[in-house]
Nanobody, 126 residues
């Protein structure tokens, strides 16, 4: 059973930066593709970024390309999301997710994702 714990959310002004972390435990870290999703009030949860268990290919939603960067540190069993040039529309609860079947599941069938964190709030003021 994999446990995921997010941290790093908070309140930031537009144009600012935040780095989210997702600490994983209970599984072999490299066995899981991992990703970030977000959910704003009144909206559905949406894909933000994904990274495979092994390899360097990364995937991003169009709305965050060029501003966000996903990475993972195998030695620390932790995934990160560096968020720069934040906009008010980035305000949401951010969730990390993991699945052993790869990034395709994260990107295309989120309802099938095996593991989710509890979420961390990101608020961007204008």
């Amino acid at each position: 059973q994999v446990q995921l714990v997010e941290s790093g959310g908070g309140l930031v002004q537009a144009g600012g930066s935040l780095r989210l972390s997702c600490a994983a435990s209970g599984g072999t870290f490299r066995s899981y593709a991992m990703g970030w999703f977000r959910q704003a009030p009144g909206k559905e949860r949406e894909f933000v970024a994904a990274i495979p268990g092994i390899g360097t290919m990364t995937y991003y939603a169009d709305s965050v390309k060029g501003r966000f960067a996903i990475s993972r540190d195998t030695a620390k069993n932790t995934m990160y999301l560096q968020m720069n040039s934040l906009k008010p529309e980035d305000t949401a609860v951010y969730f990390c997710a993991a699945d052993s079947r790869g990034t395709m599941v994260l990107r295309t069938t989120p309802h099938q994702i095996g593991y989710w964190g509890q979420g961390t709030q990101v608020t961007v003021s204008s």
